[in-house]
Nanobody, 128 residues
Framework: QLQLVESGGGLVQPGGSLRLSCAAS????????IGWFRQAPGKDREGLSC????????LSAPSVKGRFTFSTDNAKNTLYLQMNNLEPEDTAIYYC?????????????????????WGQGTQVTVSS
């Protein structure tokens, strides 16, 4: 059973940067579409970026395009979210997620409903 554990959250000033990590265990991520999401208090879970099973299909939300970069280290079975130029509106709990894909299904989605494996989340607070 795939397990995901996020780390790297914290308090950062506006304009600062953070890199979140998501370590996967129990299965290789090669069989999964993967994504990063966040949820601010009182708001729905928002999809930020995703990568399809083969790595050739990617999506990013307009709110983070150009500021956030999603990458993977297949050897370490780990995902990363590099966040630059952070704004107070980026304050939220950040989650990584995965859903197993097979065959020709190489796309991914920014809808949280499409994912069935979730980490516990890591808090990011952007404040001066």
């Amino acid at each position: 059973q795939l397990q995901l554990v996020e780390s790297g959250g914290g308090l950062v000033q506006p304009g600062g940067s953070l890199r979140l990590s998501c370590a996967a265990s129990g299965s290789t991520l090669d069989y999964y579409a993967i994504g990063w999401f966040r949820q601010a208090p009182g708001k729905d879970r928002e999809g930020l970026s995703c990568i399809g099973r083969t790595g050739h299909y990617t999506l990013s939300a307009p709110s983070v395009k150009g500021r956030f970069t999603f990458s993977t280290d297949n050897a370490k079975n780990t995902l990363y979210l590099q966040m630059n130029n952070l704004e107070p509106e980026d304050t939220a709990i950040y989650y990584c997620a995965a859903v197993r894909k097979t065959g020709l299904d190489i796309v991914c989605s920014l809808s949280a409903r499409e994912f069935d494996h979730w980490g516990q989340g890591t808090q990011v607070t952007v404040s001066s």
